[in-house]
Every structure is written in C-alpha cells, then in structure tokens.
C-alpha cells in the first residue's frame, strides 16, 4: 500500500521553464491538497479537490495550476517558474472517516 | 480567521527530560485538532485527532490533551529518536475540509 507518491523528489528549474510535479494516491481518498512549505514559515495551501473534476484556489494559487481527471491523480502544474517557487511541495489527500491527512514525502523545487 | 499559534518555536531537552509543546487556537467552531510529526526531508506523519474538550490520546511517549483554547502534547522521558518538527493542524465545522496549520515547534532530544 503506497498512499500518496508524489515525483519527482528533487528538481532544479530555470526561471521562465515550465513543469509538473506529479502525485497519485492508492487509498481512494476524495480530498487531496497541495502545499508549499517554506523554512519557519509552515504549510500553505496551494489548490485542493474533493474530488475528479473538481478544484478549487487555496492560499496561494497565483503560478500554478491543478487538474483532477481521476481519484488516484492530482498533478500540480507550474508555469514560467520564478524564484519565489524554490520550496519544498505536499501533496495531501483526507482520510474522511478520523480527518487524517496522509502527505506525500515531497517534491524539493529549486528555480534558478 | 481562524489561527493557529504554536509554541515554542524551538524546544532542546535532555534525554529523559519531559516536557510539553502548546498549541494555541482561535476558532469559529471547531471539528477536530490534529498532531503531525515531520522529519526533515520528509513529509508530515499523522499522530493524533482530537474532537473535543477533555479528550486525551496517548502513543508510546506522546500525550495530546485539548481544551476549549489550546491542546498540549506532553513528551514523557523522551529519546534522541523523538527529535522532529511537531505541527498542530485545526479544522472547523461546516465549509470544506481545509485545515490550518501551526508552523510548528522543532524538537531536538540529546542523548
């Protein structure tokens, strides 16, 4: 049983390119989330959904985008990466029954 | 706004010394509060929920007790293994299941 598996787990992009950080969970959950966490500066919600077909705008959306065609998947799309993208990226998905939150181990993002 | 305030920002402790980490928290009603360990490099781990005012969990050397404003966890005689980042998570009644976060208490236990 993987949970969530987010890749890759490091990566190094130039300002102005383009990627996606991809996450898949095996547990069925309808909820999953992205956050960026900075040092000192705890978690901020970046996108959620509750489910395929369905997201919404967390906390800090602006150069990012998200999609949900299935359960399982909930990549997370950067456009023209700045500096002020260099984080480290969670992927989450609830656990509805105790509200526990299972998270990914992480994407490690540095623009240069 | 709901806010969730977490202290110490940094907690050093002998091996065998107990202690407790607070969070602090204001919100409009609230549905549950959560405890995460994070290791560094690594994603947060889900310790504990807790749903209501008096409500205790214990796992090994970790105790979470809530009140109508805070919640603590108490370390009892902890070892350099529990060292780690605990994060305190609230989430409140009625809209979408969105938590808010603390930014954490960084604990280091030395031997």
């Known amino acids: 049983n993987a949970g969530v598996t987010q890749t890759p787990k490091f990566r190094i992009l130039k300002i102005g390119q383009s990627m996606t950080l991809q996450c898949t969970q095996d547990?069925?959950?309808?909820?999953m989330y992205w956050y960026r966490q900075d040092p000192g500066m705890g978690l901020k919600l970046i996108y959620y959904?509750?489910?395929?077909?369905?997201?919404d705008k967390g906390e800090v959306p602006n150069g990012y985008n998200v999609s949900r065609s299935t359960t399982e998947d909930f990549p997370l799309r950067l456009e023209l990466a700045a500096p002020s993208q260099t984080s480290v990226y969670f992927c989450a998905t609830l656990q509805e029954l105790n509200y526990g939150y299972t998270f990914g181990s992480g994407t490690r993002l540095t623009v240069v | 706004e709901d806010q969730v305030t977490q202290s110490p920002e940094a907690l050093r402790l002998q091996e065998g010394e107990s202690s407790s980490l607070n969070c602090s928290y204001t919100?409009?009603?609230?549905?549950?509060l959560f405890w995460y360990r994070q290791d560094p490099g690594k994603g947060p781990e889900f310790l504990f929920t807790l749903y209501s005012a008096g409500e205790e969990k214990e796992k090994e050397r970790l105790k979470a007790t809530l009140t109508k404003k805070e919640s603590f966890l108490h370390i009892t005689a902890p070892k350099p293994e529990d060292s780690a980042t605990y994060l305190c998570?609230?989430?409140?009644?009625?809209?979408?299941?969105?938590?808010?976060f603390g930014r954490g208490t960084s604990l280091i236990v030395h031997p």
């Open positions: 547990m069925n959950h309808n909820y």
């Open positions: 998570a609230v989430l409140v009644t009625g809209g979408s299941y969105i938590p808010t």
């Open positions: 919100v409009s009603g609230l549905r549950g």
């Open positions: 959904s509750v489910g395929a077909g369905i997201t």
